[in-house]
């Protein structure tokens, strides 16, 4: 029904010190933009295997056999990983893992500093509330989604039919089967125009088994983070486990290690400038057909606004995190969790802006005008135009309800007060005690007050225009005074009195009777303050959104129909949402600025050049500065140094996280972890020129468990192709 959009691309040729290295990076950057579906993955593979691919369709996806797919995960909903052992070894990203590192950890057992390694399979620690995916099998759906439907039929009559099919569907589909360890998902494609099912297998036995010290696993920090080169050893390691049948069961001492239907080789060969590379996971979310006015906002409104609530977040974090080891750990993965958007914000829109996008767009929808006039289809004539002016009137309650997410629920305190009201409401007290056990763990007050001044002084400043879209002026004691320290005063009042800022008040408030105990939080003053903030975006912006976007988004899908039919030779891909893709492309370099030229491939030598102890960020292990003043690098040595992290052509967004890197005969090469910064707009438009996916080497990887985890044992498990 749908063509698939692909463009090959040769690189500038730059010289080198070796004529060898000059033939290998001449060789053309093809890069094939798009994120491909598995089942459809025969229409790329005379594509692929000009550029070296050496395997098959089924190889990639098959529902008769055993193929790549069985060895992908969903990883915690967020990321992707791998598995590489007949033991269900598991390995995603470092950052992928973190929040099981960092919740395993204390100041006694820092293994964020010092890295963990179980010796057995016992010293294995479980990770509660985490789980792993496995597609089983996907198929079109569309007929059978869209039966019912006619065009006379309106928006809300129409979903309502497609809804219900849904469902019907869904449940046919999973039949007997447990739904705590299957799923059905059925998602649209080209905004509704195409429908798939995915059947999932879902394993909640999941137990960390090595991580590498966050100065290796987190090298360079969040000044290196977007950037090339880099020097990452982004990884973690987890094992499945499942019942004595080999089906996936809640955790329990009883469980056996999982034996998976398929586990990547692992390829020790390296690589080089040119070869084939294909990544295998599940990107988050791409824009590519978004009209000019959507990519403008991103690029010159919300990004920036959001980039600088984000920026004084950080700027308090940083620095009490500097000050005690304690509250360095506590707000690691919280930390990590604001500052990789911020970054990844302001390279999206330095892309954006550098690439032209908003200008190229804008020439593509003035010939689309053009030919849809000449045509005559009254439809298409009057698409762009009530597109843009439904986004015109989308983007003050767009930005609205962004800033009371990066400034108002970006404040712990009131997020918790939200959050625990609504949890005593629903689930109870005792399922909130435990909400409030997790958040105090992690939680310093100090940090929480100055944010919460700067982020509200900085929010009631910017939404001066949008005033019918506040609440009223917060009150939650004696009236705030005019001048601009109003925020300091209620600050001060906020955490003082509050006792949900306080760990023992609150555990104590919980502990009485459950009739009081809602009505103690509603009293509270943190719960006082957030409530009105809550109730205006529930009831006046939220449904504003929803209302604006259910009518953008039936228009989007007549405006993909509709550049089809204009752009007829060129072939779409659809946008990424969190399913199983593949992409591919090659190893290749790139040149982000005049004058500059970046090759391909890291190694250790950088590492030791950014190593300094007296910077958080490259303070690398003494242990590794030892290995590499003996040049103790046994066998995963390649020309006198280790490789560390790659870079390639691939179409990646977020969600690729940990996604296997495969070289042409679908062995593993290394775990995507990151994209270059100058290419981070590559969710809106992918630039062949600069937009590249940063991977570790799986060379590196290797090296690390040998030589800084002494965990052999661990290699003694894997398929090592060398």
């Not at 759906?141 to 099919?165: F, H, Y």
């Not at 991103?298 to 980039?307: T, V």
Request: charged fraction near 25%; hydrophobic fraction near 40%; aromatic fraction near 12%.
């Amino acid at each position: 029904m749908f063509k698939i959009y692909y463009k090959l691309f040769c690189a500038e040729s730059l010289r080198f010190p070796t004529l060898l290295f000059l033939l290998l990076f001449l060789l053309p950057a093809r890069a094939d933009e798009g994120m491909w579906l598995p089942m459809l993955i025969q229409k790329k593979i005379p594509q692929m295997q000009e550029l070296g691919f050496r395997l098959t369709a089924e190889d990639i996806y098959s529902v008769n056999r055993a193929c790549l797919k069985d060895a992908i995960v969903h990883f915690g909903g967020g990321c992707t990983g791998e598995v590489i052992s007949a033991e269900g070894l598991l390995i995603t990203n470092h950052h992928c893992g973190y929040g099981q590192i960092q919740a395993h950890s204390s100041v006694e057992h820092d293994y964020l500093k010092d890295g963990f390694w179980a010796r057995t399979k016992d010293e294995e620690l479980p990770n509660k509330g985490l789980t792993v995916t496995f597609l089983r099998r996907m198929e079109d759906v569309t007929e059978q989604v869209l039966e019912g439907v006619t065009d006379q039929m309106s928006e809300v009559e129409r979903q309502g039919i497609i809804e219900a099919n849904i469902k019907k569907i869904s449940e046919e589909t999973l039949g007997d089967m447990d739904p705590k360890f299957h799923s059905v998902r059925i998602t649209p494609a080209y905004y509704g125009n195409q429908y798939f099912l995915y059947l999932n297998e879902i394993f909640r036995d999941i137990r960390l088994v090595g991580a590498p010290p966050s100065s290796i696993g987190k090298f360079g920090g969040d000044t290196d983070n977007w950037m090339w080169p880099r020097h990452t050893g982004d990884f973690s390691l987890f094992r499945i486990y499942a019942n004595v049948d080999n089906q996936p069961a809640e955790y329990s001492d009883d469980n056996v290690p999982y034996r998976p239907r398929y586990h990547f080789t692992i390829s020790a060969k390296g690589l080089k400038p040119g070869d084939f590379t294909m990544v295998y996971g599940y990107p988050g979310r791409t824009r590519q057909y978004v009209l000019s006015p959507a990519v403008d906002y991103i690029a010159n409104r919300s990004n920036p606004q959001k980039i600088r609530l984000r920026s004084l977040r950080l700027d308090v974090m940083n620095r009490e995190q500097a000050k005690d080891p304690a509250v360095r750990i506590q707000y690691s993965s919280k930390n990590a969790g604001v500052s990789n958007a911020w970054k990844k914000w302001q390279g999206e829109s330095r892309g954006i802006l550098n690439a032209r996008t908003i200008g190229k767009k804008e020439a593509f929808e003035k010939r689309f005008q053009q030919w849809a006039e000449a045509s005559g289809h009254q439809e298409y004539i009057t698409l762009i135009p009530r597109l843009k002016e439904l986004y015109s009137q989308l983007e003050p309650y767009l930005f609205a309800s962004e800033m009371y997410t990066e400034a108002v629920m970006a404040v712990e305190l009131l997020r918790f007060a939200n959050t625990l009201e609504s949890t005593v409401e629903r689930s109870g007290t005792a399922r909130a005690a435990e909400v409030a056990e997790r958040f105090f763990k992690d939680y310093y007050k100090p940090i929480d007050q100055e944010i919460f001044e700067l982020l509200f002084t900085e929010f009631y400043r910017i939404m001066e225009p949008f005033g019918d879209l506040l609440p009223s002026d917060p009150a939650i004691g004696e009236p705030l005074p005019a001048e601009a320290s109003r925020f300091a005063v209620l600050a001060e009042y906020l955490y003082s009195n509050s006792a949900l800022a306080d760990r023992q008040k609150t555990m104590d408030l919980l502990a009485k009777d459950p009739a009081s105990v809602l009505t103690l939080i509603r009293q509270d003053p943190a719960f006082r303050l957030v409530s009105p903030f809550v109730v205006k975006n529930r009831d006046k912006i939220q449904p504003r959104i929803r209302d604006i976007n259910r009518e953008l988004n039936l228009l989007y899908r007549t405006w993909m129909q509709a550049i089809m039919e204009f752009d007829s030779d060129r072939i779409f891909y659809p946008d990424a949402n969190s399913t199983l893709r593949v992409t591919y492309g090659t190893v290749q370099g790139y040149s982000p600025a005049d004058a500059v030229m970046y090759l391909p491939v890291s190694t250790i030598e950088g590492i030791m050049q950014k190593d300094d102890p007296h910077i958080f960020d490259y303070d690398i292990p003494q242990s590794l500065r030892d290995i590499y003043a003996a040049r103790d690098f046994g066998r995963w040595e390649t020309d006198g140094t280790v490789p560390v992290c790659f870079i390639a052509t691939n179409h990646t967004s977020g969600g690729n996280s940990g996604s296997p890197v495969l070289n042409a005969d679908g062995h593993l090469l290394g775990l995507n972890f990151d994209r270059v910064w100058e290419g981070t707009m590559s969710d809106i438009e992918f630039d062949p020129s600069v937009c590249r996916n940063i991977s570790v080497d799986i060379r590196y990887v290797l090296f690390i468990i040998d030589k800084i985890g002494n965990a052999n044992y661990l290699l003694d498990e894997l398929d090592i192709s060398e």
